[in-house]
């Protein structure tokens, strides 16, 4: 079947797409006619072997040759050996069993991935010498020899994620030398712990990649002696989905100054020592989810950091300790889902003067302190979905002037008049919201009660029904005295803090001034005996016109 040939590339460049077929063999000749090709696609058809001469007429022009997802169980050692100008050679989802011997001098980037491959012997690529990435993911290497990647001066990226590796001992020995590797990944093996990786130094790894393993614990002073790179290295380690259970204060000792990335999510976690991450300086990304974390003590004490983000999502949290987030001035985002926070108390995120988005979904709050936000000037996006909350008071979200993305949907909202302050501020975030580019600025709660109104869209039933309602809740105060039409007498509210203490009574007398400018705040030493009063406390004759 002839080529489909792409010839709208640059010029002189052009490519051939074989790919899909049922081609079951390459003829040595097949290409005399068509020297041109750059870029060859074989992938996914049927070809069992490459013979020497396959792709002989090519040697002086191809640059990328991909030929995944066929049958192929043999190369001839020889069959790239003299193509000047290949860099790009993907021969992934095969069944070669061996990749030693084959010549790919100038390769630099080269897949092997998913293939029959069990063992890498010594001096398995002697030829490979340009090799920058090299990918021999998801294949059954279980023994790699002290020597296997000799020769592999260039190479920066090693991936064997996906094997039956549990020791790694000969095969760091083989990259000890290596100066240019940088990045790791070690994923999806059988590694239970690091000790064939803690004794020896890989001086340049900027990243390690153990995801998806069996470990059980992470070394004290594992990577002391295993980093030696520069104070500025920028170093991500990734443990998430293995089965650790604590952290030791010494587990990341000797990383103070270089990591900036640690994923730990999806582990047994359910104690950090206080220490563990106080000297990691530079570390910019935790990641905690999916862990049975109870307490962030781990936090408190960790005053020199630059952490920008830290997620905590599907833990155990019951409560936030006063100055527990004190120390974390520089995070700008911070992931509370899925917890068991029954109640955020005032001041809790005290000292988060950078934080721009916070997420508390699908907690069990009841109820939000007033000031619970309080010191977050500079919050954009803020998200209680899925809690069982009743009310949403005025003071809670006091000063939260810049956001543009609240979602406040799922919840167990009164659809009463106290949320009629939340009418125009719901509005005021979704038109800045949208002016931002933000996709769906506000998601709000439908009401569930009274029982006439379950299932209406909250603001619909609140605009209806009390745009005549003379009082209201303003949690900041106290009280606050709405008009919906001009008074022109005089009128007197008395306040009855305790319905069983009736001698606890204050009087506010409304002035011709107050009237005339529609709205009466409590006076402050009023508020302070007061708890918040709601409209059915009017109704109720616990507070009352006279």
């Not at 049975?292 to 409560?319: C, G, Y």
């Not at 803020?382 to 979602?407: M, S």
């Not at 529609?518 to 016109?545: F, G, H, R, S």
Request: glycine content about 6%; aromatic content about 8%.
């Amino acid at each position: 079947m002839p080529p489909r040939i792409n010839r709208s590339l640059s010029d002189g460049e052009a490519s051939g797409d074989f790919s899909m077929n049922a081609i079951t063999s390459i003829p040595g000749n097949y290409f005399e006619n068509m020297k041109y090709f750059e870029i060859l696609d074989f992938s996914s058809n049927k070809i069992s072997s490459i013979g020497a001469d396959s792709l002989k007429q090519l040697d002086n022009s191809l640059a990328s040759l991909y030929m995944r997802n066929n049958k192929i169980k043999s190369i001839a050692p020889n069959t790239f050996a003299g193509m000047t100008r290949l860099n790009t050679l993907d021969l992934s989802g095969n069944s070669i069993s061996s990749p030693c011997g084959i010549k790919t001098k100038d390769v630099t980037d080269y897949s092997l991935a998913a293939n029959g491959i069990t063992r890498l012997n010594d001096n398995c690529f002697p030829d490979s010498v340009k090799v920058v990435k090299l990918n021999l993911s998801r294949n059954r290497i279980s023994h790699i020899g002290r020597k296997a990647f000799d020769g592999l001066t260039a190479m920066e990226e090693l991936d064997l994620g996906y094997n039956s590796l549990s020791d790694f001992s000969d095969g760091i020995l083989s990259l000890i030398d290596l100066s240019s590797v940088h990045t790791l990944s070690l994923r999806g093996n059988d590694f239970q712990y690091l000790e064939s990786i803690c004794g020896h130094r890989l001086p340049n790894l900027k990243s390690l990649d153990l995801g998806h393993n069996n470990l059980v614990d992470l070394q004290k002073y594992c990577f002391n002696i295993y980093f030696t790179g520069g104070d500025n290295t920028d170093i991500t380690l990734n443990f998430e989905h293995n089965f650790i259970p604590s952290l030791a204060g010494s587990t990341f000792l000797g990383l103070d100054k270089r990591l900036v990335r640690l994923l730990l999510n999806n582990n047994r976690i359910t104690e950090i020592d206080v220490s563990t991450f106080t000297k990691l300086t530079r570390l910019t990304y935790l990641n905690l989810n999916h862990n049975s974390i109870t307490s962030l003590e781990f936090l408190r004490d960790w005053q020199d950091n630059d952490l920008l983000e830290l997620s905590l999502a599907n833990n155990q949290i019951h409560t936030l300790l006063p100055g527990v987030f004190l120390n974390l001035d520089k995070l700008t985002k911070l992931n509370l889902d899925s917890n068991y926070l029954l109640y955020i108390e005032s001041n809790a995120f005290s000292g988060m003067s950078s934080l721009s988005d916070l997420s508390i979904e699908y907690n069990l709050m009841t109820n939000l302190a007033d000031g619970a936000f309080a010191g977050l000037s500079r919050l954009q996006k803020l998200k209680v979905t899925g809690n069982g909350l009743v009310t949403l008071k005025n003071c809670t979200f006091a000063n939260l002037d810049n956001l543009v993305q609240f979602h406040f949907d799922d919840n167990l909202l009164h659809c009463d008049c106290d949320l009629m302050w939340l009418l125009p501020f719901m509005n005021r975030v979704n038109n800045d919201g949208i002016s931002s580019g933000v996709e769906e600025p506000v998601l709000e709660d439908k009401c569930h009660y009274p029982l006439t109104s379950t299932g209406l869209i909250m603001a619909n039933q609140v605009s209806g029904n009390c745009r005549d309602s003379h009082v209201t809740t303003n949690a900041c105060v106290g009280l606050e005295v709405q008009f919906g039409e001009p008074i022109e007498e005089e009128m007197n509210i008395t306040w009855s803090y305790d319905p069983q203490s009736p001698g606890k009574v204050e009087q506010i007398t409304l002035t011709q001034l107050d009237i005339e400018s529609n709205t009466l705040m409590a006076e402050e030493d009023v508020t302070e005996k007061a708890m918040p009063i709601t409209l059915q406390d009017v109704k109720d004759d616990k507070i009352y016109k006279v």
